[in-house]
């Protein structure tokens, strides 16, 4: 399985901003995705994730009330749209997916990920 993310770009604050992730493969509708993020200088992030089949969602706290994760499966994509922007939201943003179906947000328990897209939110 191979991701693609894109979407990323300059915004300013208070902006908005909707990421995408393409995956080939088979199996996307099986995979639980997300996206993570990791600012300079700091570790990667979890933001937001998705449960296979869409009936579930999950959001830091950072972004909660801003962030929406969504997919299509026939389309094997996953989206986060990003409103109200701030400075802070500022990082590469990385899709990810997993066949396990766990509540882990340990970084090792994701077996696929994407290249990453970088979003500057200037102020």
């Known amino acids: 399985v191979q991701l693609q993310a894109c979407g990323g770009g300059l915004v300013q604050a208070g902006g908005s901003l909707r990421l995408s992730c393409a995956t080939s493969?088979?199996?996307?509708?099986?995979?639980?995705m997300a996206w993570f993020r990791q600012a300079p200088g700091k570790e990667r992030e979890f933001v937001g994730g998705?449960?296979?089949?869409?009936?579930?969602?999950r959001y830091a706290d950072s972004v909660k009330g801003r962030f929406t994760i969504s997919r299509d499966n026939a389309k094997k994509t996953v989206y986060l749209q990003m409103n109200s922007l701030k400075p802070e939201d500022t990082a590469v943003y990385y899709c990810a997916g997993r066949s396990s179906h766990i509540a882990s947000l340990w970084l090792g328990s994701w077996d696929y990920w994407g290249q990453g897209t970088l979003v500057t939110v200037s102020s």
């Open positions: 493969g088979r199996t996307f509708s099986s995979l639980d």
């Open positions: 998705i449960r296979w089949n869409g009936d579930s969602t």
